[in-house]
């Protein structure tokens, strides 16, 4: 199965009933089947807590996910990609929306620079699967800017021959340019030009699904194309996502957070850009342990299961000779006193294997010093960033015995 088919994700049954109601309208030339697709088959989209309608993916590794949170669809472009970016309104504003989808997130940016802006607006859209945009022009739109997006995906689909009819009416502003990429992210981000966007939404499934749009290769194009005080915002919390930017020269920070228990992740070449630490424990994690290796995708063109299978060989590698073990979160116990006896004795066991004696040695006090500067603000010189890099260093300096 080429890798398309399998990013293609979402569930078989719409994306047949999408197919098969373009097909229609292409042979008939009738606007039929694209009017009443919604009310016929709403029972495949999903109604999310705010009203908006979302769509479930493929069951992948037995686990399907929804394109969006079930706390609201809309509302969840706006929290998590929106809210946290510091957009300078008096200049023109381009944006990289990565894994498009619905085109959730590109409408709430309309929506936000409408509403503050006269300037320019650029939108580079960019999604692998043409039946999940064509669900964009089939779910009622969320907020009136959708019409605005759709029309540029519509646009689009029928210059790659998808639609036929323009059936989308809302005309896109004369201040507004979106361009809708209908390919593998991976190579699109090698097509655009460095220094070139104030954002980038980055929306994939999940790490496990999707491990090739969070590796540290993908993230180095990021780094070329965003400009220095751009920030990057994804939902995920994931620690290998968080230590790949790292890896690709990026500072990162908490994002919000919402549906979900833990808040997300920004990025930015700028650390001022970035206002929150992440959690004391991520951080330790992140710098320490082997669940703070990053997935690898050199050539931007492996498969997911490739991709996580090398990670794994990495980390086991890693395990016991440059990392502490990730197992029983051992390193969030560095510089604690431990009453639980069974615990410790497990912990101690894995310290040991990286020349640290125990939990309160004078080692673990040293690695973990660096939290004592712990500021949920942060800044340029004292941020979750600079705090990782240093801990690393002296994990590496107590293993080599220096
Ligand atoms: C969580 S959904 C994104 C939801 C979207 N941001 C919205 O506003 O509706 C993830 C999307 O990533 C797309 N995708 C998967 N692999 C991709 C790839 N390699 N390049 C671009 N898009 C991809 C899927 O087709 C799916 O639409």
Redesign the pocket.
């Given at each position: 199965m080429s890798y398309e088919d399998n990013?293609?994700?979402?569930s078989d049954d719409i994306f047949e009933l999408v197919n098969e109601c373009f097909d229609q309208e292409r042979s008939s030339r009738n606007n039929e089947s694209r009017l009443n697709f919604f009310d016929t088959y709403n029972d495949y989209f999903v109604l999310t807590d705010d009203g908006s309608y979302s769509i479930n993916s493929k069951e992948i590794n037995h686990k399907v996910e929804t394109?969006?949170t079930s706390t609201g669809?809309i509302s969840e472009?706006f929290e998590k990609f929106i809210k946290p970016m510091k957009f300078d309104y008096t200049t023109d504003i381009a944006i990289l929306?990565?894994?498009?989808?619905?085109?959730?997130?590109?409408s709430a940016a309309i929506a936000d620079f409408m509403k503050n802006s006269t300037a320019n607006l650029t939108i580079d859209m960019?999604?692998?699967?043409k039946a999940?945009l064509a669900c964009?022009l089939l779910v009622p739109s969320p907020i009136p800017e959708h019409d605005i997006t759709r029309k540029a995906i519509e646009n689009e689909l029928i210059k790659q021959n998808y639609a036929t009819l323009s059936l989308e009416t809302t005309e896109i502003p004369e201040n507004i340019q979106i361009n809708v990429f209908i390919?593998?992210?991976?190579q699109t981000v090698q097509k655009l030009k460095d220094n070139t966007y104030d954002a980038i939404?980055l929306?994939?499934?999940s790490q496990n699904m999707?491990p090739?749009?969070f590796s540290v290769e993908f993230f180095k194009q990021f780094r070329r194309l965003i400009k220095d005080d751009g920030i990057i915002a994804t939902y995920t919390s994931s620690a290998p996502v968080r230590s790949g930017f790292i890896e690709s020269d990026f500072y990162i920070g908490l994002g919000p957070i919402f549906g979900r228990k833990q808040g997300g992740t920004l990025a930015s070449h700028n650390p001022l850009m970035l206002d929150y630490s992440l959690p004391k424990n991520d951080e330790i994690r992140i710098a320490l342990s082997d669940v703070g290796i990053p997935f690898r995708d050199p050539g931007l063109n492996n498969t997911s299961d490739y991709i996580l299978e090398k990670r794994t060989e990495e980390r086991h590698n890693a395990r016991h000779t440059t990392k502490i073990s990730s197992a029983v979160k051992t390193p969030i116990f560095l510089g604690k006193e431990m009453d639980d006896e069974k615990l410790k004795r497990r912990v101690e066991r894995n310290l040991a294997k990286m020349n640290i004696p125990s939990t309160t040695s004078e080692e673990a006090r040293y690695i973990v010093e660096v939290e004592n500067r712990y500021n949920e603000k942060q800044d340029d010189k004292n941020n979750s960033t600079t705090r990782i890099i240093e801990m690393k260093k002296r994990l590496k300096k107590i293993k080599e015995g220096n």
């Open positions: 990013a293609r994700i979402i394109l969006h669809a472009s929306d990565i894994c498009a989808g619905l085109g959730y997130n590109s960019v999604e692998i699967s999940t964009g390919e593998d992210a991976r939404f929306d994939p499934f999707a090739e749009l």
